[in-house]
């Protein structure tokens, strides 16, 4: 029997936290493999701020994609790290707003704008296991 997957797929509504979770899986079961890990319990991931990642939606697609791994089951818990500048004048970094990144102002000198150096990164700070 045909089954067309336009009909039984059910279609998410966002995307764009599947990819990273999936290399977020990756990562921990990488750190997982050889350990003698029965079952990784919590996992704590390092987000920026100015990522438009959803806690939610990590978590509900990790749950999705980890079943049947030694990860299946963990519980997430997203930490939100500061958006660092770095001043293109002077080059002193500093912790932007996120809700004032189109008007940034070096505090040392003045200097509007910068490049980012942090504040869109993702990573898997530790994991708790059992
Ligand atoms: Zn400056």
Not at 44 to 64: K, T
Not at 102 to 126: F, I, M, N, Q, W
């Amino acid at each position: 029997m045909a089954v067309s997957p336009g009909t039984t797929n059910r279609v998410p509504i966002r995307m764009h936290e599947l990819p990273i979770t999936e290399s977020i899986l990756r990562v921990v079961l990488r750190h997982a493999e050889g350990q003698n890990v029965r079952r990784v319990v919590t996992i704590r991931l390092r987000i920026g701020r100015l990522s438009d990642l959803e806690d939610e939606w990590i978590q509900r697609y990790f749950d999705y994609l980890s079943a049947g791994t030694v990860a299946e089951g963990a519980r997430l818990e997203i930490e939100r790290t500061p958006v660092v500048m770095r001043c293109s004048a002077c080059g002193a970094s500093y912790e932007a707003e996120t809700g004032r990144m189109g008007d940034l102002v070096c505090p040392a000198c003045g200097e509007r704008g910068g490049t980012l150096l942090s504040g869109r990164e993702y990573h898997v700070k530790e994991m708790e296991v059992q």
